[in-house]
């Protein structure tokens, strides 16, 4: 697993300065509206978009450089970034730059010694080796690492940033894409939005019926009625399919996607995309307020998710309820809060709130303001 160990970011939105911040199995974020967890999520967003050569449609939807950079041209110039994965063995930095309009380009991109023995063409004149290392020369307005020929970064680094999603299961309107038909054959990775869980789902029934169950079963656990998904053999790679299940007190009646409720469809994508196999989910796992919906009851389920995913892949979770926080390990906890129009990123110590603890839950702190992460 491409594990990052530890990240640096100056410049980045509401971030003037994360420096060698430490990011373990589980990481949830916690602080008040505006503080910054959602431009900690809209980094690994754009390292995602800049390995698929995607960056300046990043930047676009992001508002210009007066949107990515901290406090607006006026106040930053620049974005630099520096990602140490797998225990400092792979290392990956870079900077930006506005140019012209709507655009930023690099001002410096590397892969740090020890990291990959990139395949150098001297022909090319892009770039230059340092320490074992390869840095490129400034002025190119995409990622030169998908432009890498074997060696450790692209081979095993590479591949994992391309996967990367911040996933968001808002949308559960009767327009959204979970409620669609989705096509049968659009069954390899979930989507971030969860357009294609039906599909997804059967393949899940089919070739790993114990990850499968163990989603039902959770499912069944936040909401008794649910029975199980409907199964329909006879379908063709070329056909479309839509999500349809059926109650547990009645399993001779199938219902649509549109009858199943906004809570417990967010919780059924939840659970699809926390248990589902290690070997198909991303390597980094970042999902954006999960308890939009969910009953207290429900969060107790999603955090025995969230720490079961965290021992194949890491996770990372914008999160604003305390029933959540509740039942989680302090030192899974960052605190978020905005000082001096800066976010601010801390790590909780349980160590430091043991005697809190004897007598109140880690939400009640939170609401206290004992740890921070409230707004002022």
Same mark, same amino acid.
């Given at each position: 697993m491409a594990r990052i160990d530890r990240l640096t970011v100056r410049g980045f939105k509401s971030i003037r300065a994360l420096e060698d911040f430490e990011l373990r199995g589980l990481n949830v974020l916690i602080g008040a509206n505006g503080a910054g967890k959602s431009n900690l999520l809209s980094l690994f967003r754009m390292l995602e978009q800049l390995s698929l050569k995607r960056l300046q449609l990043f930047v676009r939807d992001s508002g210009g450089p007066e949107g990515l950079l901290f406090g607006g041209r006026r106040r930053t110039s620049t974005v630099s970034v520096d990602v140490v994965f797998a225990g400092g063995h792979r290392r990956y930095g870079f900077s930006l730059e506005p140019v012209g309009g709507d655009e930023m380009a690099f001002a410096g991109e590397s892969v740090r010694p020890g990291i990959t023995?990139?395949?150098?063409?001297?022909?090319?004149?892009?770039?230059?080796?340092v320490n074992g290392g390869t840095e490129w020369a400034g002025g190119h307005v995409e990622s030169r690492l998908a432009d890498c020929d074997g060696g450790a970064f692209a081979s095993y680094v590479l591949p994992e940033m391309q996967r990367w999603r911040v996933f968001h299961f808002q949308d559960v309107s009767r327009s959204a894409r979970v409620r669609q038909p989705a096509a049968v054959r659009d069954n390899l990775r979930l989507r971030e939005d969860a357009g294609n869980l039906a599909p997804f789902l059967r393949?899940?029934?089919e070739r790993h019926p114990a990850h499968y169950r163990r989603v039902v079963d959770a499912v069944r656990i936040a909401a008794p009625f649910f029975g199980d998904i409907v199964y329909r053999d006879a379908l063709n790679p070329d056909d479309r399919m839509e /999500?349809?299940?059926?109650h547990d007190f009645d399993r001779d009646t199938v219902l649509g996607p549109?009858?199943?409720?906004d809570g417990t469809l967010?919780? /059924?994508? /939840?659970?699809? /995309?926390?248990?589902?196999?290690v070997e198909l989910q991303p390597s980094l796992i970042l999902i954006d307020e999960p308890?939009?919906?969910q009953h207290p009851a429900a969060l107790t389920v999603l955090a025995e998710m969230l720490q079961t995913a965290r021992d194949g892949r890491q996770v990372v979770v914008a999160t604003q309820s305390s029933d959540l926080v509740s039942e989680l390990d302090p030192d899974?906890?960052?605190?978020?809060d905005r000082r001096d129009d800066a976010s601010v990123f801390r790590r909780l110590d349980g160590d430091d709130l043991r005697n809190w603890l004897e007598d109140y839950s880690l939400g009640d702190l939170w609401k206290m303001n004992v740890i921070g992460g409230r707004p002022s």
């Open positions: 023995e990139v395949d150098r063409d001297v022909d090319r004149g892009t770039f230059a080796t393949h899940l029934r /999500l349809e299940w059926f549109h009858l199943i409720s967010r919780f /059924l994508c /939840l659970a699809t /995309l926390l248990l589902q196999p308890e939009l919906g899974d906890v960052v605190v978020v």
